[in-house]
């Protein structure tokens, strides 16, 4: 995907623009409102993210502005405003979307892909596979190259996750959020322990490899175009 930040406080817009291209987007950013809307009137962006409060024009009229324009890329609205009558002030305003700060980066990158499916509908899946390796999500088991694989409860939840993402470098904040439910990190290695033991069931004794480690970035897992 191709993201639009329009952000104006700069330590915030780094850590976002870093967590994006972490996770194999395409980020852009705007320092201001202005700029930030002739960004987006480009429409090359497959979602926008918008703080609030910007100096010059604010984030609510550059919506409102887009929108009347015709533009109708995605929006997800970030601000420290979080009252129920704000949310509702900034959906009305256009937005598709709005998430309180602080937030979890794993959410907000939820929410964003959330804005992309709801733009480019399809069928949901219930079934996971890269190369040879599938996941039925609803019998809950998974096979490689025919054979089933037993995973423990933890497991088949990484796996999951890993399988979504497929593809894309997953770090470890994103594990801790997404599989662990923490939003800190216990200094562990709980993650080590769990990607050795899962690489072990789908790996051992096949030819390629599907579960990566990514030095210094996390994971990934993916079928090698060999």
Known sequence: MRILVIEDDGQAA???????????????????????LEAARGKVHDVLVVDRMLPGMDGLTVIETLRREGVATPVLILSALGDVDDRVTGLRAGGDDYLAKPY???ELL?????????????AARTTLKVGDLEMDLLARTVSRGGEEILLQPREFKLLEYLLKNAGRVVTRTMLLENVWDYHFDPQTNVIDVHISRLRSKIDKGFSNALLHTIRGAGYMIRADKS
């Open 14 to 36: 780094a850590y976002l623009l870093k967590g994006l291209r972490e996770s194999g987007h395409v980020a852009d950013h705007a320092c201001d409102g202005e700029e930030g």
């Open 104 to 106: 979890a980066f794993s």
């Open 110 to 122: 939820a929410r964003i892909e959330g804005l992309v499916r709801r733009a480019r509908p399809e």
